[in-house]
Nanobody, 122 residues
Framework: QVQLVESGGGSVQAGGSLRLSCAAS????????MGWFRQAPGKEREFVAA????????YFSDSVKGRFTISRDNAKNSVYLQMNSLKPEDTAVYYC???????????????WGQGTQVTVSS
């Protein structure tokens, strides 16, 4: 089992920045690819960003590419999502997710956090 706890959400004006954190506990964190997903009201959950177990590979959805970065600190069992140039359409609940496989993380994560709300006002 892997437990994931997100933090860092909040309200910000368009153009602002937020940094989300996800703390992991349980099995060996460094053995898992990590990612972020989001779900806006009335919409399906969508993939946002992923990072491989070693941190050497990252991948972003087209909607956030160039504005968001993902990083991890395996010594702290944590993954981060730095969100810059935020837009109102980025408003959603953001979820941290984990899977042993970087490939399958984007398809069907094994573990989910409880989510953290991000609200971007215009």
């Amino acid at each position: 089992q892997v437990q994931l706890v997100e933090s860092g959400g909040g309200s910000v004006q368009a153009g602002g920045s937020l940094r989300l954190s996800c703390a992991a506990s349980g099995r060996t964190f460094s053995g898992y690819a990590m990612g972020w997903f989001r779900q806006a009201p009335g919409k399906e959950r969508e993939f946002v960003a992923a990072i491989s177990a070693t941190g050497g590979i990252t991948y972003f959805s087209d909607s956030v590419k160039g504005r968001f970065t993902i990083s991890r600190d395996n010594a702290k069992n944590s993954v981060y999502l730095q969100m810059n140039s935020l837009k109102p359409e980025d408003t959603a609940v953001y979820y941290c997710a984990a899977h042993p496989s970087y490939t399958y993380l984007r398809i069907s994560p094994d573990y989910w956090g409880q989510g953290t709300q991000v609200t971007v006002s215009s």
